[in-house]
């Protein structure tokens, strides 16, 4: 990887993945859970220091950090080309505090 910050590549926001989180923070000092799509070819402990890195956190701050691989679909151009979206690379990260209110401060 050339540098920590081009591994995370954006913030999935979606209903599925709202809800998620709204059930892990029940409480408003509860963990924070967000998903993030990041490059395929790094590994969790690049990942977690990517995060640390461009949200200025602690290693205690951070509470669980889980990823999945998502294969990518066929998809038809045409009659016979036949081609394929690209896999995708998710990072289901847990905070003990909120992102955005860290980045404030």
Do not use: C
Not at 13 to 40: M, Q, T
Not at 52 to 60: I, T, Y
């Amino acid at each position: 990887m050339s540098t920590r910050l081009n591994i995370i590549r954006r913030l999935l926001v979606s209903e599925k993945h709202s809800e998620r989180a709204a059930e892990d923070s029940a409480s408003p000092s509860g963990p924070r859970l967000y998903v993030f799509e990041v490059d395929i070819r790094a590994n969790k402990i690049e990942i977690k220091l990517a995060f640390m890195e461009a949200f200025e956190l602690q290693a205690g701050d951070i509470r669980g950090l889980r990823t999945l691989i998502r294969p990518g679909k066929p998809k038809r151009r045409g009659r016979m080309r036949k081609g394929w979206r690209p896999d995708r690379k998710l990072a289901f990260l847990t905070v003990n505090r909120d992102i955005y209110q860290i980045q404030q401060v």
